[in-house]
């Protein structure tokens, strides 16, 4: 791919504050697209954004929590005033609330439900309003919603969470079709990424020790590194580098899939 096989893209990335949202949004910026930079963490967030306009890249920071259907209004009309249009949206915004099936609390299992499933869907539906003929930006697209390996295996502890991934991966493929059959132009993937060595991915480490699942974090790791079959954890430059792919032409004629950047893991 060429290094700038984005050039005159206009992205909204959400969950971009910190950790696989800001190295996609990096990501992106290198790859030549405009970059709206969405969380609710509202002081990291716009620290990401200045980080990635110092490389000259036009890029803002707006407030948003994915589960509200009015702020992901404000959020995509901010994306086409600021960038002059909006043609990518990474669903990246998500929460992991660890927990055995036995010891589940409902108020977690909904909030993950909530920003993982509601999130994602509401972020869908501006996307497409925005980009179809006719709509604000007009001139069609492509969205990557971030899924998980937990989607695809069967790992401990993480039920809910698991649930929701897949739930991704269903709406991914529905949507896509959708998008095609009514001639929109958008294209609509998702990616499962391994396990990270994010603030959230080791969060979820420590959690397992917690609850007697594993002695120490290094073998809550070293698990997952065993079930690997490229032997190690994976990078948030990986699942960067699958996002610009799928968002660029070289993915021209890729829609409705999920793809796995995990090693091996979930094969």
Known sequence: MSGKSLAGRKALVTGGARGIGAAIAQALARAGASIMI??????????????????????????????????????????????????????????????????????????????????????MKHAFRAMRPGGPAGKGGAV??????????????IAVYSGTKSAVDRMTRVAAMEAGKLGYGVRVNCIYPGLIPTDMGMQLANDIVKIGLAPDVNAAVGSVVEQTPLGKLAEVGDIADAAVFLCSNEARFITGIGLPVDGGMGM
């Open 144 to 157: 990557v919603n971030i899924a998980s390996v937990a989607a695809t295996i069967a790992f401990p502890s």
């Open 38 to 123: 969405a969380d609710i963490l509202e002081e990291a967030g716009r620290a990401t954004a200045d980080a990635i306009a110092k490389d000259d890249v036009a890029t803002g920071f707006v407030q948003l929590d994915v589960t509200d259907d009015a702020q992901w209004e404000r959020a995509v009309a901010k994306t086409v005033a600021t960038l002059g249009g909006y043609d990518i949206l990474i669903n990246n915004a998500g929460i992991e609330i660890t927990s055995l099936v036995s010891e589940i609390r409902a108020e977690d299992a909904r909030r993950m439900c909530d920003v993982n499933i509601v999130g994602t869907v509401l972020g």
